[in-house]
């Protein structure tokens, strides 16, 4: 999701004159919500992810997606885009097909350093494949890969720390920690976050954003702990105050998703992540990528709760590790990644013309 809305910002900068954009998502996420407030026309199709899955859940699911092609294919006929651009999840998959199947032109994003089934399974039918770096290019034909950069929203790149901790009212001089497992959350990071409160406030004041889910539970424990009360703050999700969040922070611990690798760099920010052990490889694959890096730690899941503290102790003690290792995330940003792929969709649409 946000990739695409990086890259539709991008292109009505570029036009500087309205764009007709229409996203195709799944119904009820919260994806609906965001292209509603960035002006983009949403429609909504069934579909559900099979990855991780019971075998009839995982099947059931799958007949969700072949069933929204009918759909998908309605909405390409009544709006007949110039190119289809997706961003790789399972909802791409009917989207792709279906841009196939009428004829029209799509750029498929992989943000991932490994394809998942949606992207293997649609990358054929695809007109190119936009990846973030040169190492993914070795699953698809040099013909068909394209290296853009991960796309990330302006904002990341022109955020500052003071500003950013002004914001949140916190201490501009206190070393500062922002924990986060994406924009569902993470039940696991709550639980290691709420089993060591007294001692992550005494280590860190801490921007907490803990999905909606646990959020009321989180805030009810840090007011509990009066250590923690005045030094942790407690959001369940954060949109356009994202790239603050991030910026405030001297590190952060997170989820591996994709976003890490676009995000993180943008700020310079030094990571301790904590791969979701369900989501398949493609988590572990991008903590091993920045790690290798010198960029980040990785820490796993189920030894969070007894690592989380030791670890952040280990970067705040070694300041001069914490600056090479935001030195190294830095080096890996991408800043003309979104322009790359507007340029790549209006190449695409040129061919087809």
Not at 116 to 143: C, D, L
Not at 215 to 223: F, I, L, Q
């Amino acid at each position: 999701m946000y990739p695409a809305l990086a890259v539709v910002a991008e292109i009505r900068k570029q036009e500087n004159a309205p764009v007709e954009v229409v996203y195709v998502g799944r119904a009820g996420a919260i994806e609906a919500q965001l292209a509603q407030q960035a002006g983009i026309h949403f429609q909504p199709i069934p579909a559900g992810g099979v990855r991780g899955l019971a075998p009839w859940r995982a099947a059931r699911n799958f007949a969700l997606v072949l069933q929204s092609i009918a759909r998908v294919r309605e909405v390409i006929r009544a709006f007949r885009p110039a190119v289809i651009f997706a961003t790789g999840g399972y909802v791409s998959a009917p989207v792709i097909w279906s841009a196939a199947a009428e004829r029209i032109p799509s750029v498929i994003y992989l943000p991932d350093l490994e394809p998942g089934w949606a992207v293997r399974a649609t990358a054929m039918w695809a007109t190119r494949v936009a990846i973030s770096f040169p190492e993914v290019g070795r699953y698809f034909s040099k013909s068909k890969a394209v290296v853009t950069g991960y796309p990330v929203r302006a904002e990341f790149f022109q955020t500052e720390r003071a500003r950013a901790r002004r914001m949140f009212g916190l201490d501009p001089e206190t070393r500062t920690v922002t924990i986060f497992g994406g924009s569902t959350g993470a039940h696991q990071i709550n639980q290691a976050v709420v089993a060591n409160l007294a001692e992550l406030a005494q280590v860190a004041q801490v921007l907490h954003l803990t999905g909606r889910n646990d959020e009321a539970w989180v805030k009810s424990e840090v007011a509990r702990v009066s250590a923690a009360a005045a030094r942790v703050r407690v959001y369940g999700y954060l949109h356009d105050e994202l790239p603050h969040a991030l910026a405030a922070a001297d590190v952060v611990v997170a989820r591996a998703g994709a976003a890490t690798l676009g995000e993180f760099p943008a700020l310079g920010l030094p990571a301790i992540l904590v791969p979701y052990p369900y989501a398949g490889r493609h988590q572990e694959r991008n903590a091993n990528f920045l790690v290798e890096r010198g960029a980040a730690f990785k820490v796993n899941d189920a030894a969070l709760s007894s690592a989380l503290v030791p670890t952040l102790k280990r970067l705040f003690d070694a300041p001069e590790q914490l600056k090479a290792m935001s030195a190294a995330m830095r080096a890996l940003a991408q800043p003309c990644a979104t322009a790359n792929i507007v340029e790549l969709l209006k190449t695409v649409a040129k061919e087809r013309a």
